[in-house]
């Protein structure tokens, strides 16, 4: 069983940065490919960013392109999210997931097995 915990959501302003974070425990870290999704209000969960098992290969959504990177620290059983120049549409519920399809870039929610509670981050314009 895995556990992921998110933090660093929080109110920002557009333009601003803001990193989130992943800690993960009860599993062994390096065997899973990670994934952020975000939920916006009235919307469906959808999927932003993944990262392979050694942080090697990523995959983005077009949309965060540019403008967020996501990286990991095996030795630290944590994965990141750096949000730079936000925009009010990023205003969401951001999720992380763990997938045991580690040597993949999984983009379906279907393909991740554990998902944290989620953070909260808030862009105003």
């Known amino acids: 069983q895995v556990q992921l915990v998110e933090s660093g959501g929080g109110l920002v302003q557009a333009g601003d940065s803001r990193r989130l974070s992943c800690a993960a425990s009860g599993g062994t870290f390096s065997r899973y490919a990670m994934g952020w999704f975000r939920q916006a209000p009235g919307k469906e969960r959808e999927f932003v960013v993944t990262i392979n098992w050694n942080g090697g290969r990523t995959y983005y959504a077009d949309f965060v392109k540019g403008r967020f990177t996501i990286s990991r620290d095996n030795a630290k059983n944590t994965v990141y999210l750096q949000m730079n120049t936000l925009k009010p549409e990023d205003t969401a519920v951001y999720f992380c997931?763990?997938?045991?399809?580690?040597?993949?870039?999984?983009?379906?929610?279907?393909?991740?097995?554990?998902w944290g509670q989620g953070t909260q981050v808030t862009v105003s314009s």
């Open positions: 997931a763990s997938s045991g399809l580690f040597y993949t870039l999984p983009r379906r929610e279907n393909e991740y097995d554990y």
